[in-house]
């Protein structure tokens, strides 16, 4: 599982980059929002979130922790997938997301193209209450929170799904949880597992 990646720019489209990882290219998948962000050369680090199908490897960047939380509540609902929510990302920021959201401001939804009414209504009543919740000091948090655990609840939240969880189901039994710094895969997955079981 890929969450953060760190190089030189190699190539630069409008919905893609090239990163030159120490001699190997990873295409990453950006919101429009990320690609006004970057450089046009140089290093930079993206927040990643990697997509896996049965038939495709996906990387999707993103240049703020708060992005890529919003792009993981987005793909949680049903009938949205990886490309429709980096097109959400693209027309509109987190923050005034985050607001249509918490107002159930349905007009401003179904303006961005390939959200219609019945789509924005499902984005305001399974993300309401999570958009509040996820905000960008929440989304630091637990970006520190990952950081002192290296890549264990990345990790964990992957072993869980491949197991056949839902990934909605999987991240709710883990933030349940009370992970301390340095806890290992093993622990964190037994501990989702207790939660998952009963």
Known sequence: MIAQLTGQIAYRSLDHIILDVNGVGYRVIVPLSTFYALPDQGQVTLQVQTHVKEDSFQLFGFATFDEKEMFRLLIGVSGVGPKLAVNILSN?????????????????LSSIPG???????????????????????????????????GFSLEDALSALT??????????????????SPGSTVEEILKGALRLLIK
Do not use: C, F, H, W
Not at 162 to 179: F, V
């Open 92 to 108: 509109i920021s987190t923050d005034e997301l985050r607001t249509a959201l918490g107002e159930g401001n349905l007009a401003r």
């Open 115 to 149: 959200i219609g009414k019945k789509t924005a209504e499902r984005l305001v009543v399974d993300l309401r209450e999570k958009a509040r919740a996820s905000t960008p000091e929440a989304a630091t948090d637990q970006a520190a929170t990952t950081a002192g655990t």
């Open 162 to 179: 491949n197991l056949g969880y839902k990934e909605n189901q999987a991240r709710k039994a883990i933030e349940s949880m009370d992970i």
